[in-house]
């Protein structure tokens, strides 16, 4: 198992302007625009099997997807 399974990607908003993806409390990357985060952030969380959770501008999770062992996958 990676020990990243456990740390999910977050986009998030970046006070001082653009968006960050963030892991385990780490940056790690900034981009100018939404899209391009967002996009890197996928990559990431799809590299580490684990999930990406997207923020809107007020910080609250708007989205989330799962790229690994979903524990709760939908049912059907």
């Known amino acids: 198992m990676s020990a990243n399974k456990e740390r999910p990607v977050h986009t ?14 780490e940056t790690i990357s900034h981009h100018s625009m939404k899209d391009e985060a967002v996009e890197r952030g996928r990559q990431e ?12 501008k007020n910080g609250q999770i708007k989205q989330a ?10 049912k059907g």
């Open 12 to 25: 998030v908003p970046n006070k001082n302007g653009g968006w960050d993806n963030k892991q385990a409390g």
């Open 45 to 56: 969380a799809i590299k580490d099997h684990t999930e990406h959770r997207i923020h809107n």
């Open 65 to 74: 997807n799962s790229y690994g062992n979903d524990p709760h996958p939908p």
